[in-house]
């Protein structure tokens, strides 16, 4: 009689353990559960979202595309004379100009009286490997080789002389001109993209000849204030030496075509240049 009720209180005792274990079992589970809950939430959240850096890098590189507004605003497309005596022989003239049919000719002359066929694309474009560049669409990174190996002569005399020039625009297609065009058009207007712009086929960054070139004083950017500084001074002075012109030059819109454009510079061999240069004319004037 005397050992029912410890044995009573025992079983009692038990219970309330065994209570607790289940309760201690069942706060256990959840918690795993909770925490394999937020782990696959969180990495359901970081394979949906692109960490930082690739963000920060696709946006420099969607920046880096030819933009019509401050890469390539002004274009080789000027009015001059509808024939040139030099270097293509103008066979057929279509209603908006005269169809150059010698659009290899180092000496050619592109402007909106003289347009380039569609379909021309230079056979020897060479990429810009050993100079420094601006922007990273590989196509304006181009130039043909023998304009490109005159562009390393130019830009490494600058160097010495203490001057850092930089490629900012090239070769560009005839399709990516159609593109740019358009976008001036929409974005300022048709007047200001015939002054500042070049039309399909009347560029001369389709010749591969053709380079704009800029500076860090300028923020790399293509900017008139380019031809007042160091850089800009020391390229219209000896640009010539080394086979180039300054294509548009400062007072002479109503010839060209074009507003003055400081960082557009022209291959035409060294021989070609330094006549051109020497007699202050365009290239218009001085095949006229």
């Known amino acids: 009689m005397g050992r029912c ?8 005792m038990k219970r309330k353990n065994n209570h607790k274990r289940r309760w201690m079992t069942i706060i256990v ?11 696959i939430i969180d990495k359901m959240n970081n394979e949906k979202t692109p960490p930082k850096e690739q963000e920060e890098e696709e946006e420099r590189e969607t920046a880096t595309e030819p933009e019509p ?5 002004l274009e080789p497309e000027k009015p001059s004379n509808p024939e040139e005596p030099v270097p293509e022989e103008a ?9 150059v049919e010698n659009p290899e000719n180092i000496d050619v002359i592109v402007n909106k009286k003289r347009h380039l066929p569609e379909n021309y694309v230079p056979e020897d474009l060479v990429p810009l490997t050993d100079v420094p560049t601006v922007l990273s669409n590989p196509e304006v990174n181009q130039l043909r080789k023998v304009a490109y190996e005159a562009l390393k002569d130019l830009f490494t ?22 593109s740019l065009y358009a976008s001036y058009v929409e974005n300022y207007g048709k007047d200001a993209a015939d002054k500042y712009s070049a039309k399909p086929g009347q560029s001369e960054h389709q010749t ?14 293509l900017d008139t204030t380019f031809g007042d500084t160091e850089e800009g001074k020391w390229v219209a002075e000896n640009a010539h030496r080394y086979g180039f012109i300054i294509r548009y030059p400062k007072g002479k819109e109503e010839i060209t075509g074009y507003a003055y454009e400081p960082w557009h510079i022209r291959y035409l061999g060294v021989d070609l240049a330094e006549k051109v240069y020497e007699s202050g004319l365009t290239l218009e004037e001085y095949f006229q």
Not at 91 to 99: D, T, V
């Open 69 to 73: 507004k401050e890469e390539e605003p």
């Open 29 to 39: 589970i959840a918690i795993l559960l909770a925490f394999g809950t937020f782990f």
């Open 91 to 99: 066979a057929e003239e279509p209603e908006f100009g005269i169809l």
């Open 5 to 12: 009720p410890a044995k009573s209180q025992g079983e009692k």
């Open 208 to 221: 591969g000849l053709s380079m704009d070139i800029t500076c860090e004083a300028v923020n790399f950017k």
């Open 157 to 178: 005399a600058a160097k010495e002389e203490g001057y850092e020039l930089h490629a900012r625009s090239g070769y560009r297609s005839y399709y990516t001109q159609a």
